[in-house]
Nanobody, 126 residues
Framework: QVQLVESGGGLVQAGGSLRLACAAS????????MAWFRQAPGKAREFVAV????????NSQDSVKGRFTISRDNAKNMLYLQMSSLKPEDTAVYYC???????????????????WGQGTLVTVSS
C-alpha cells in the first residue's frame, strides 16, 4: 500500500500560479503510476494529469495543457503539479492518486486508481 498526502493548495488570483505537492509513504513510490484529479463544487471528480513510473511520459486533459505540468521525484517520494495561468474554473479540490497496476498505459479513469490522498483545495478568484 501507499499513503498519499497533498499540500500546496490555497487562494490565488486568476493568472497566478501554484505548485501542489503529494508526499507518498509506504510501498516503493517508483512502482506506481501517479495522477492528479480534481473535483469542483457540485461536479464530478475529473482527471487532470498522469505520469509514468519513471516520469518520462505524461498526459493531461486538454483544458490544462500548456498551463499545468505534472512531475515526480522518485528519490524524494514526491509528486508535483505546477499550475500556471490559473482560471476561476480551475477552482476545485485536487487529489493525487496512485495506480499500482502493471503495464505502461497511463490511466485516466477514477476507478482505476486504488490509492488516494485527502485532497487540497485550490481557489482561483477572478
Amino acid at each position: 500500500q501507499v499513503q498519499l498526502v497533498e499540500s500546496g493548495g490555497g487562494l490565488v488570483q486568476a493568472g497566478g500560479s501554484l505548485r501542489l505537492a503529494c508526499a507518498a509513504s509506504g510501498r516503493t513510490f517508483s512502482l506506481y503510476k501517479m495522477a492528479w484529479f480534481r473535483q469542483a463544487p457540485g461536479k464530478a471528480r475529473e482527471f487532470v494529469a498522469v505520469i509514468s513510473r519513471s516520469g518520462v511520459n505524461t498526459n493531461s486533459q486538454d483544458s490544462v495543457k500548456g498551463r499545468f505540468t505534472i512531475s515526480r521525484d522518485n528519490a524524494k517520494n514526491m509528486l508535483y503539479l505546477q499550475m500556471s495561468s490559473l482560471k476561476p474554473e480551475d477552482t476545485a479540490v485536487y487529489y493525487c492518486a496512485a495506480d499500482g497496476s502493471g503495464g505502461f498505459s497511463l490511466r485516466i479513469q477514477i476507478n482505476e486508481y486504488a490509492y488516494w490522498g485527502q485532497g487540497t483545495l485550490v481557489t482561483v478568484s477572478s
